[in-house]
T-cell receptor, first 114, second 111 residues
């Protein structure tokens, strides 16, 4: 049973560039959430996708956008990168109407903005 | 605004020395409280979900408990492989499935 997978593992970009991160949810899951984790901090919720629509959004600017595909996989796009966007980006998945709310996380993508 | 505060920030234990980690929360309408373990450079690993005050769950050397204001993660006779950051998160009943995390407790267990 494949868990949550993310690609790439690491990424280095320069300020002003754009980046796309990818996530495949755990088998049987239909909801994908994205989190940003700065060094020494807990993960911060960016947004959540279900049925190919953004259902909920955290306190992040419009530079952060996403997409969910019919196979439930998801992308996170960040435009006009800032130094402060350097972080570990985590994808989590869950089965929305399963009666349990556990989210399972992928290994993350480490983004460094120079 | 929902708040999650974990203490201590860091904890160093000798192997076999039991202790507890604390997670205090303020949320109007708790759907669930979650504990995760995170190893350096990796994604959080799910441990427990607690839904109501008085609930307890156990897994190997870990036991999680929940009251109306806080949760404890008790570690009994820890081993070096229990060294990790332990994260607590709350889910609000009106906030969909978003998790609001604390900053975590960094646990180091020495032989």
């Amino acid at each position: 049973d494949a868990g949550v997978t993310q690609s790439p593992t690491h990424l280095i970009k320069t300020r002003g560039q754009q980046v796309t991160l990818r996530c495949s949810p755990k088998s049987g899951h239909d909801t994908v959430s994205w989190y940003q984790q700065a060094l020494g901090q807990g993960p911060q919720f960016i947004f959540q996708y279900y049925e190919e629509e953004e259902r909920q959004r955290g306190n992040f600017p419009d530079r952060f956008s996403g997409h969910q595909f019919p196979n439930y996989s998801s992308e996170l796009n960040v435009n006009a990168l800032l130094l402060g966007d350097s972080a570990l980006y985590l994808c989590a998945s869950n089965k929305r109407d399963r009666g349990s709310n556990e989210q399972f996380f992928g290994p993350g993508t480490r983004l460094t903005v120079l | 605004e929902d708040q999650v505060t974990q203490s201590p920030e860091a904890l160093r234990l000798q192997e076999g020395e039991s202790s507890s980690l604390n997670c205090s929360y303020t949320v109007s309408g708790l759907r669930g409280l979650f504990w995760y373990r995170q190893d350096p450079g990796k994604g959080p690993e799910f441990l427990f979900t607690l839904y109501s005050a008085g609930e307890e769950k156990e897994k190997e050397r870990l036991k999680a408990t929940l009251t109306k204001k806080e949760s404890f993660l008790h570690i009994t006779a820890p081993k070096p492989e229990d060294s990790a950051t332990y994260l607590c998160a709350v889910q609000h009943s009106n906030s969909g499935y978003a998790l609001n995390f604390g900053k975590g407790t960094s646990l180091l267990v020495t032989p």
